[in-house]
Protein backbone atom coordinates (compact mmCIF):
# COMPACT_ATOMS: atom_id res chain seq x y z
CA UNK A 1 0.00 0.00 0.00
CA UNK A 2 0.99 3.67 -0.55
CA UNK A 3 0.84 6.16 2.24
CA UNK A 4 -0.80 9.05 1.19
CA UNK A 5 1.80 11.01 4.36
CA UNK A 6 3.64 13.92 3.06
CA UNK A 7 6.58 12.24 4.92
CA UNK A 8 6.50 9.60 2.98
CA UNK A 9 6.15 11.10 -0.45
CA UNK A 10 2.39 11.38 -0.59
CA UNK A 11 0.65 15.39 -1.24
CA UNK A 12 0.57 17.75 1.90
CA UNK A 13 -2.59 18.29 3.51
CA UNK A 14 -2.02 21.74 3.79
CA UNK A 15 -2.22 23.99 0.71
CA UNK A 16 -2.26 27.39 1.72
CA UNK A 17 0.79 29.22 1.22
CA UNK A 18 2.91 30.33 3.86
CA UNK A 19 3.48 32.14 6.55
CA UNK A 20 0.32 31.04 8.24
CA UNK A 21 0.37 32.95 11.55
CA UNK A 22 2.14 36.34 11.68
CA UNK A 23 2.26 38.45 15.48
CA UNK A 24 0.48 41.58 15.60
CA UNK A 25 -1.60 42.28 13.16
CA UNK A 26 0.10 45.52 11.88
CA UNK A 27 -2.27 47.39 9.24
CA UNK A 28 -1.82 51.14 7.79
CA UNK A 29 -3.83 52.46 11.13
CA UNK A 30 -0.13 51.31 13.01
CA UNK A 31 2.11 51.87 10.71
CA UNK A 32 0.34 55.96 10.97
CA UNK A 33 0.49 56.03 14.52
CA UNK A 34 4.35 54.98 14.50
CA UNK A 35 5.36 57.55 11.79
CA UNK A 36 3.26 60.40 14.25
CA UNK A 37 4.98 58.63 17.05
CA UNK A 38 8.57 59.48 15.33
CA UNK A 39 7.65 62.84 14.94
CA UNK A 40 6.02 63.36 18.15
CA UNK A 41 8.78 62.15 20.49
CA UNK A 42 11.37 59.03 20.83
CA UNK A 43 12.04 59.65 23.74
CA UNK A 44 9.94 60.06 26.93
CA UNK A 45 11.69 60.17 30.31
CA UNK A 46 8.55 61.46 31.91
CA UNK A 47 5.36 59.58 32.24
CA UNK A 48 3.87 62.03 29.11
CA UNK A 49 2.55 61.25 25.71
CA UNK A 50 2.20 57.76 24.39
CA UNK A 51 3.51 56.32 27.57
CA UNK A 52 0.87 58.06 29.53
CA UNK A 53 -1.59 57.10 27.22
CA UNK A 54 -0.95 53.01 27.03
CA UNK A 55 -0.67 53.37 31.00
CA UNK A 56 -4.20 54.68 31.19
CA UNK A 57 -5.27 52.54 28.52
CA UNK A 58 -4.14 49.67 30.73
CA UNK A 59 -5.36 51.22 33.69
CA UNK A 60 -8.81 51.29 32.01
CA UNK A 61 -8.67 47.27 30.39
CA UNK A 62 -7.35 45.91 33.47
CA UNK A 63 -9.28 47.71 36.01
CA UNK A 64 -6.58 48.78 38.37
CA UNK A 65 -4.89 51.67 39.70
CA UNK A 66 -1.36 51.51 38.44
CA UNK A 67 0.21 50.52 35.63
CA UNK A 68 3.51 51.09 35.14
CA UNK A 69 5.46 50.34 31.60
CA UNK A 70 9.02 48.98 31.03
CA UNK A 71 11.55 48.06 28.61
CA UNK A 72 10.54 44.37 28.85
CA UNK A 73 8.69 41.27 30.17
CA UNK A 74 11.14 40.72 32.33
CA UNK A 75 12.16 44.22 33.50
CA UNK A 76 8.92 43.96 34.55
CA UNK A 77 9.08 41.25 36.50
CA UNK A 78 12.67 41.97 38.40
CA UNK A 79 10.89 45.28 39.16
CA UNK A 80 7.75 43.55 40.17
CA UNK A 81 9.79 41.30 42.67
CA UNK A 82 12.03 44.15 43.97
CA UNK A 83 8.47 46.51 44.72
CA UNK A 84 7.14 43.11 46.60
CA UNK A 85 10.57 43.52 49.04
CA UNK A 86 11.84 40.00 48.30
CA UNK A 87 15.30 40.35 49.77
CA UNK A 88 18.27 38.53 49.99
CA UNK A 89 18.05 34.67 51.03
CA UNK A 90 14.52 35.04 50.66
CA UNK A 91 12.09 32.09 48.73
CA UNK A 92 9.61 32.40 46.63
CA UNK A 93 7.21 29.65 44.77
CA UNK A 94 7.28 29.93 41.48
CA UNK A 95 6.23 27.33 38.82
CA UNK A 96 8.28 24.15 37.81
CA UNK A 97 7.14 24.45 33.84
CA UNK A 98 7.34 28.55 32.62
CA UNK A 99 9.50 30.73 30.84
CA UNK A 100 12.99 31.07 32.81
CA UNK A 101 12.04 34.72 33.16
CA UNK A 102 8.92 34.35 35.17
CA UNK A 103 11.74 33.52 38.06
CA UNK A 104 15.19 34.00 36.79
CA UNK A 105 15.14 38.09 38.15
CA UNK A 106 15.18 36.82 41.44
CA UNK A 107 18.95 35.30 41.42
CA UNK A 108 19.87 38.87 40.96
CA UNK A 109 18.08 40.03 43.76
CA UNK A 110 20.29 37.12 45.72
CA UNK A 111 16.35 35.29 46.59
CA UNK A 112 15.76 31.61 45.86
CA UNK A 113 13.47 31.11 43.24
CA UNK A 114 11.86 27.54 44.76
CA UNK A 115 10.39 25.39 42.01
CA UNK A 116 7.03 23.97 42.54
CA UNK A 117 5.39 20.80 40.33
CA UNK A 118 2.22 22.14 38.00
CA UNK A 119 -0.95 19.93 37.23
CA UNK A 120 -0.79 18.63 33.78
CA UNK A 121 -1.67 21.84 32.07
CA UNK A 122 1.60 23.33 33.37
CA UNK A 123 0.17 25.53 36.07
CA UNK A 124 1.18 25.80 39.25
CA UNK A 125 -0.21 23.28 41.69
CA UNK A 126 -1.90 25.30 44.74
CA UNK A 127 -1.68 21.76 47.11
CA UNK A 128 1.90 21.55 46.26
CA UNK A 129 2.79 25.18 46.41
CA UNK A 130 1.60 24.43 50.31
CA UNK A 131 4.72 21.70 51.15
CA UNK A 132 7.05 24.14 49.88
CA UNK A 133 6.15 27.06 52.31
CA UNK A 134 8.74 27.42 54.87
CA UNK A 135 10.02 30.63 57.37
CA UNK A 136 12.00 31.95 54.44
CA UNK A 137 9.19 32.27 52.08
CA UNK A 138 7.87 35.16 51.28
CA UNK A 139 6.06 35.31 47.81
CA UNK A 140 4.28 32.83 45.24
CA UNK A 141 4.31 33.76 41.86
CA UNK A 142 2.12 32.13 39.27
CA UNK A 143 2.59 31.95 35.03
CA UNK A 144 -0.71 31.69 33.39
CA UNK A 145 1.07 28.71 31.10
CA UNK A 146 -0.03 29.40 27.32
CA UNK A 147 -2.71 31.87 28.49
CA UNK A 148 -4.90 29.36 30.47
CA UNK A 149 -5.82 30.69 33.84
CA UNK A 150 -4.48 29.34 36.94
CA UNK A 151 -6.28 28.72 40.02
CA UNK A 152 -6.14 31.94 41.52
CA UNK A 153 -9.36 30.65 43.70
CA UNK A 154 -6.80 27.66 45.44
CA UNK A 155 -3.68 30.10 45.22
CA UNK A 156 -5.16 32.90 46.93
CA UNK A 157 -6.00 30.70 49.77
CA UNK A 158 -2.67 28.94 50.48
CA UNK A 159 -1.22 32.68 50.50
CA UNK A 160 -3.65 34.11 52.73
CA UNK A 161 -3.31 31.15 55.16
CA UNK A 162 0.29 31.82 55.55
CA UNK A 163 0.40 35.53 54.63
CA UNK A 164 2.94 35.35 51.17
CA UNK A 165 2.04 38.13 48.46
CA UNK A 166 1.08 36.82 45.37
CA UNK A 167 2.17 37.61 42.37
CA UNK A 168 1.48 37.06 38.70
CA UNK A 169 3.39 36.53 35.61
CA UNK A 170 0.64 37.40 32.99
CA UNK A 171 2.74 37.72 30.05
CA UNK A 172 0.94 34.73 27.94
CA UNK A 173 -2.76 36.14 29.38
CA UNK A 174 -3.36 39.65 28.68
CA UNK A 175 -7.21 40.19 28.77
CA UNK A 176 -7.93 36.12 30.36
CA UNK A 177 -10.30 35.87 33.15
CA UNK A 178 -11.96 34.06 35.78
CA UNK A 179 -15.58 34.55 36.11
CA UNK A 180 -14.82 37.68 34.96
CA UNK A 181 -12.02 38.96 36.81
CA UNK A 182 -8.61 39.52 34.47
CA UNK A 183 -5.89 37.62 35.56
CA UNK A 184 -2.84 39.96 36.52
CA UNK A 185 -5.27 41.72 39.33
CA UNK A 186 -5.48 38.85 41.71
CA UNK A 187 -2.59 39.95 43.93
CA UNK A 188 -0.51 42.49 45.41
CA UNK A 189 1.14 42.93 41.64
CA UNK A 190 1.44 41.43 38.32
CA UNK A 191 4.12 41.47 35.41
CA UNK A 192 3.19 41.32 31.78
CA UNK A 193 5.41 41.44 28.70
CA UNK A 194 4.86 43.22 25.13
CA UNK A 195 7.57 40.90 23.11
CA UNK A 196 6.52 40.08 19.52
CA UNK A 197 3.95 37.00 19.92
CA UNK A 198 2.27 38.14 23.15
CA UNK A 199 -1.72 38.59 23.18
CA UNK A 200 -1.03 42.05 23.62
CA UNK A 201 2.36 43.61 21.37
CA UNK A 202 4.54 46.38 21.19
CA UNK A 203 7.40 44.50 19.47
CA UNK A 204 9.11 44.89 22.88
CA UNK A 205 8.26 46.02 26.19
CA UNK A 206 6.66 45.27 29.52
CA UNK A 207 4.39 46.43 32.15
CA UNK A 208 3.62 45.97 35.98
CA UNK A 209 0.13 46.11 37.20
CA UNK A 210 -0.77 47.34 40.86
CA UNK A 211 -3.12 48.21 42.94
CA UNK A 212 -1.15 49.31 46.23
CA UNK A 213 0.71 52.59 46.17
CA UNK A 214 3.92 51.74 48.07
CA UNK A 215 4.46 48.56 44.98
CA UNK A 216 3.60 51.67 42.54
CA UNK A 217 6.42 53.71 43.99
CA UNK A 218 8.89 51.10 44.71
CA UNK A 219 8.55 50.28 41.04
CA UNK A 220 9.21 53.61 39.47
CA UNK A 221 12.19 53.57 42.09
CA UNK A 222 13.48 50.37 40.62
CA UNK A 223 12.38 51.16 37.02
CA UNK A 224 12.00 55.23 36.57
CA UNK A 225 14.90 57.12 38.22
CA UNK A 226 14.98 60.65 37.38
CA UNK A 227 12.06 62.59 35.92
CA UNK A 228 9.21 60.08 37.02
CA UNK A 229 10.25 59.27 40.05
CA UNK A 230 10.80 62.55 41.11
CA UNK A 231 7.71 63.64 39.67
CA UNK A 232 5.10 60.80 40.97
CA UNK A 233 6.72 59.45 44.25
CA UNK A 234 5.33 62.11 46.85
CA UNK A 235 7.83 64.67 48.37
CA UNK A 236 7.45 62.88 52.25
CA UNK A 237 7.49 59.19 50.95
CA UNK A 238 10.98 57.45 52.53
CA UNK A 239 11.57 57.14 48.49
CA UNK A 240 11.71 60.30 47.16
CA UNK A 241 15.17 61.30 48.42
CA UNK A 242 16.15 58.38 45.80
CA UNK A 243 14.22 59.94 42.91
CA UNK A 244 17.70 60.92 40.99
CA UNK A 245 18.96 57.81 41.23
CA UNK A 246 16.59 55.14 41.89
CA UNK A 247 17.85 51.75 42.83
CA UNK A 248 20.16 52.61 39.69
CA UNK A 249 18.61 51.20 36.56
CA UNK A 250 16.63 52.74 34.44
CA UNK A 251 14.30 50.17 32.43
CA UNK A 252 11.84 52.26 30.27
CA UNK A 253 9.75 51.36 27.34
CA UNK A 254 10.66 52.91 23.97
CA UNK A 255 7.65 55.19 22.93
CA UNK A 256 7.60 53.55 19.54
CA UNK A 257 6.72 50.11 20.90
CA UNK A 258 4.39 51.62 23.37
CA UNK A 259 2.84 53.07 20.17
CA UNK A 260 2.42 50.07 18.99
CA UNK A 261 0.76 48.42 21.89
CA UNK A 262 -1.31 51.67 22.49
CA UNK A 263 -2.65 50.57 18.96
CA UNK A 264 -2.93 47.05 20.32
CA UNK A 265 -4.74 47.27 23.18
CA UNK A 266 -7.53 48.96 21.37
CA UNK A 267 -8.04 45.62 19.55
CA UNK A 268 -7.42 43.21 21.90
CA UNK A 269 -10.73 41.93 22.98
CA UNK A 270 -11.57 41.48 19.05
CA UNK A 271 -8.74 39.25 19.43
CA UNK A 272 -9.91 37.33 22.10
CA UNK A 273 -13.37 37.10 20.71
CA UNK A 274 -12.04 35.46 17.16
CA UNK A 275 -9.47 33.20 19.24
CA UNK A 276 -12.22 31.83 21.17
CA UNK A 277 -14.42 31.16 18.64
CA UNK A 278 -11.53 29.55 16.12
CA UNK A 279 -9.94 28.16 19.63
CA UNK A 280 -13.70 26.08 20.23
CA UNK A 281 -13.21 24.87 16.78
CA UNK A 282 -10.13 23.37 16.72
CA UNK A 283 -10.58 22.13 20.99
CA UNK A 284 -14.31 20.23 19.19
CA UNK A 285 -12.56 18.99 16.12
CA UNK A 286 -8.93 17.76 17.42
CA UNK A 287 -10.39 15.88 20.64
CA UNK A 288 -11.51 13.47 18.42
CA UNK A 289 -8.47 12.85 16.90
CA UNK A 290 -6.84 9.28 18.35
CA UNK A 291 -3.06 10.40 19.69
CA UNK A 292 -4.61 13.59 20.54
CA UNK A 293 -5.99 14.91 23.78
CA UNK A 294 -7.38 18.48 23.92
CA UNK A 295 -8.68 20.00 27.68
CA UNK A 296 -11.28 22.61 27.50
CA UNK A 297 -11.29 25.72 30.15
CA UNK A 298 -13.59 25.23 32.99
CA UNK A 299 -16.93 26.93 33.22
CA UNK A 300 -15.99 30.67 33.45
CA UNK A 301 -13.07 30.38 33.23
CA UNK A 302 -11.77 32.57 29.66
CA UNK A 303 -7.82 31.48 28.36
CA UNK A 304 -6.36 34.15 25.91
CA UNK A 305 -5.77 31.36 23.61
CA UNK A 306 -1.58 32.36 23.69
CA UNK A 307 -1.67 28.82 21.93
CA UNK A 308 -4.08 25.84 22.14
CA UNK A 309 -2.20 23.02 23.32
CA UNK A 310 -2.48 19.81 22.78
CA UNK A 311 -1.50 16.50 24.95
CA UNK A 312 0.17 13.58 22.52
CA UNK A 313 -0.76 10.21 23.49
CA UNK A 314 0.96 7.75 21.48
CA UNK A 315 -0.21 4.72 23.44
CA UNK A 316 -2.97 5.27 21.29
CA UNK A 317 -0.57 5.69 17.94
CA UNK A 318 0.86 2.07 18.65
CA UNK A 319 3.87 4.09 20.39
CA UNK A 320 4.83 6.13 17.61
CA UNK A 321 7.18 8.68 18.91
CA UNK A 322 6.44 12.69 19.41
CA UNK A 323 9.16 13.25 17.20
CA UNK A 324 8.11 11.67 14.42
CA UNK A 325 4.53 12.66 14.93
CA UNK A 326 5.51 16.39 14.63
CA UNK A 327 8.32 16.09 11.68
CA UNK A 328 4.57 14.25 10.11
CA UNK A 329 2.61 17.52 10.55
CA UNK A 330 5.39 19.57 9.52
CA UNK A 331 5.58 17.71 6.32
CA UNK A 332 1.88 18.19 5.41
CA UNK A 333 2.77 21.80 5.52
CA UNK A 334 1.30 22.14 9.13
CA UNK A 335 4.17 23.99 10.07
CA UNK A 336 2.69 25.95 12.77
CA UNK A 337 2.24 23.17 14.89
CA UNK A 338 5.15 23.40 17.80
CA UNK A 339 6.73 21.75 20.22
CA UNK A 340 7.75 23.83 23.59
CA UNK A 341 11.14 25.05 23.39
CA UNK A 342 12.90 27.11 26.01
CA UNK A 343 9.30 27.24 28.05
CA UNK A 344 10.06 24.41 29.24
CA UNK A 345 10.98 22.65 33.08
CA UNK A 346 13.16 24.88 34.73
CA UNK A 347 14.93 22.02 36.00
CA UNK A 348 16.35 21.23 32.89
CA UNK A 349 17.93 24.37 32.42
CA UNK A 350 21.55 24.79 33.95
CA UNK A 351 20.84 28.22 35.80
CA UNK A 352 18.84 25.91 38.07
CA UNK A 353 20.65 23.49 38.13
CA UNK A 354 24.22 24.90 38.85
CA UNK A 355 23.47 28.09 39.41
CA UNK A 356 27.35 29.09 41.17
CA UNK A 357 28.88 29.69 37.80
CA UNK A 358 27.22 32.93 37.20
CA UNK A 359 26.04 33.72 40.67
CA UNK A 360 28.95 32.49 43.06
CA UNK A 361 27.86 32.26 46.73
CA UNK A 362 24.17 32.31 45.94
CA UNK A 363 21.81 31.12 48.49
CA UNK A 364 20.22 29.10 45.79
CA UNK A 365 23.85 27.39 45.73
CA UNK A 366 22.33 24.40 48.10
CA UNK A 367 18.81 23.74 45.71
CA UNK A 368 20.10 22.30 42.64
CA UNK A 369 17.69 20.62 40.72
CA UNK A 370 18.02 18.12 38.37
CA UNK A 371 16.08 16.20 35.21
CA UNK A 372 13.03 14.22 36.50
CA UNK A 373 12.51 16.46 40.06
CA UNK A 374 8.93 17.58 38.35
CA UNK A 375 7.68 14.10 36.93
CA UNK A 376 4.09 15.95 36.14
CA UNK A 377 5.26 18.87 34.48
CA UNK A 378 7.94 17.10 32.76
CA UNK A 379 5.73 14.21 31.24
CA UNK A 380 3.40 16.86 30.50
CA UNK A 381 6.08 19.58 28.37
CA UNK A 382 7.66 16.32 26.70
CA UNK A 383 3.97 15.23 25.12
CA UNK A 384 2.28 18.81 24.51
CA UNK A 385 2.10 19.48 20.75
CA UNK A 386 0.61 23.44 20.52
CA UNK A 387 -0.71 26.09 17.89
CA UNK A 388 -1.18 29.68 17.45
CA UNK A 389 -4.52 30.71 17.24
CA UNK A 390 -6.35 32.27 14.86
CA UNK A 391 -8.51 34.84 15.22
CA UNK A 392 -9.78 36.12 11.65
CA UNK A 393 -13.13 34.41 10.30
CA UNK A 394 -11.09 33.97 7.18
CA UNK A 395 -8.52 31.85 8.87
CA UNK A 396 -11.18 29.06 9.58
CA UNK A 397 -10.21 27.15 6.15
CA UNK A 398 -6.49 27.57 7.47
CA UNK A 399 -7.52 25.82 10.51
CA UNK A 400 -9.53 22.97 8.62
CA UNK A 401 -6.42 22.09 6.77
CA UNK A 402 -4.56 22.14 9.49
CA UNK A 403 -7.07 19.56 11.49
CA UNK A 404 -6.95 17.20 7.98
CA UNK A 405 -3.42 17.02 8.42
CA UNK A 406 -3.53 15.98 12.09
CA UNK A 407 -6.29 13.66 11.11
CA UNK A 408 -4.23 12.28 7.92
CA UNK A 409 -1.11 11.28 10.43
CA UNK A 410 -3.93 9.99 13.39
CA UNK A 411 -5.15 7.71 10.50
CA UNK A 412 -1.95 6.76 8.77
CA UNK A 413 0.46 6.72 12.01
CA UNK A 414 1.16 2.65 11.11
CA UNK A 415 3.03 3.59 8.27
CA UNK A 416 5.21 5.32 10.21
CA UNK A 417 6.46 3.08 12.57
C1 LIG B 1 5.86 33.59 30.75
C2 LIG B 1 6.86 34.64 30.34
N1 LIG B 1 7.36 35.45 31.28
C3 LIG B 1 8.22 36.42 30.98
C4 LIG B 1 8.68 36.62 29.70
C5 LIG B 1 9.71 37.65 29.41
O1 LIG B 1 9.22 38.70 28.68
P1 LIG B 1 10.18 39.56 27.74
O2 LIG B 1 10.62 38.71 26.61
O3 LIG B 1 9.32 40.72 27.32
O4 LIG B 1 11.32 40.00 28.59
C6 LIG B 1 8.17 35.82 28.67
C7 LIG B 1 8.57 36.07 27.27
O5 LIG B 1 8.96 35.48 26.44
C8 LIG B 1 7.26 34.78 29.00
O6 LIG B 1 6.80 33.94 28.06
Redesign the pocket.
Known sequence: MTSTLALLGGKPAVTATGPHFTWPPIDDTTRAKVTAQLDEAISLPGRSGIVAELEEGLQDYFGVRHAITTS???AA?HAAYWAARIRPGDEVIVPAW??H??ASPLFHLRAVPVLCETGPDGNIDPARVEELITPRTRAVMV?HLWGKPADMAGLVAVANAHDLAVLE?G??AHGASIAGQKVGTFGLASAF???GPKPLSGG?G?FVLTDDEDTYHRVLTFAHYNKRARTEIPEDHPLARYAVTGAGLKLRIHPLAAAIAHDQLARLDGYLAGRTEIAHHLTDRLAQVPGLKVTTPPEGVLPSWYALTLTYTPDELGGLPIERFHQALLAEGATEFDRPGS?CPLNQLPLYQDPGMLFPGHPHSQRRYQHGDFPVAEHSHAHTVKLPVWHREQDLELAAQYIAAAIKISDHHKELL
Do not use: I, M, R
Open positions: SGTLTFATTDSHSLNEGT
